[in-house]
């Protein structure tokens, strides 16, 4: 009984300093191949920055964070205890009606090739059917 009591507080230790410093850490990989923090990290759930470059998306979303590594896959960083920022639906919705990110917005899109301008509008025919 004694030895799970201990076991119990070493066990409570561990996870208090685990879940004090993940946030300090630098572990994560971004974008650009840094290795960073979870303070430093932003999930884009509307999967915008997957059709546009980083700094539209940190332009739009109003951040300094940065998008993990395309490899990573957000369903292991959606974890409670990281607490990384999550970039939603209703944070782009709110960004676009704003007059400045509506500009640059419309700026971004005016400059894309064809390419590029029809990955947009599939991206947004899927986030219009996501949103419904």
């Known amino acids: 009984m004694e030895d799970d009591e201990e076991l119990n507080d070493i066990n409570k230790s561990f996870n ?3 879940l004090s410093s993940v946030n300090q850490t630098d572990f994560i ?3 650009l191949g840094e290795v960073k923090s979870t ?11 997957q059709i546009s470059n980083p700094d539209i ?11 993990p590594a395309y490899e990573i896959s957000n ?12 970039y939603s639906a209703d944070k782009l919705i709110a960004a676009s009606s704003r007059q400045r990110q509506a500009k640059f917005f419309s700026k971004a899109l ?7 301008y029809k990955k947009f ?6 986030y219009y059917h996501l949103m419904m």
């Open 29 to 31: 990989i971004n974008r």
């Open 57 to 67: 998306f940190n332009i739009i979303s109003e951040t300094k964070k940065v998008l």
């Open 75 to 86: 369903h292991i960083l959606n974890k409670d205890y990281l607490n990384i920022e999550k």
């Open 110 to 116: 005016s400059v894309l090739d064809s390419e590029n």
């Open 16 to 18: 208090r300093v685990f």
């Open 39 to 49: 303070s430093e990290i932003i999930i884009d759930e509307t999967q915008f920055s």
């Open 121 to 126: 509008l599939e991206w947004l025919d899927q």
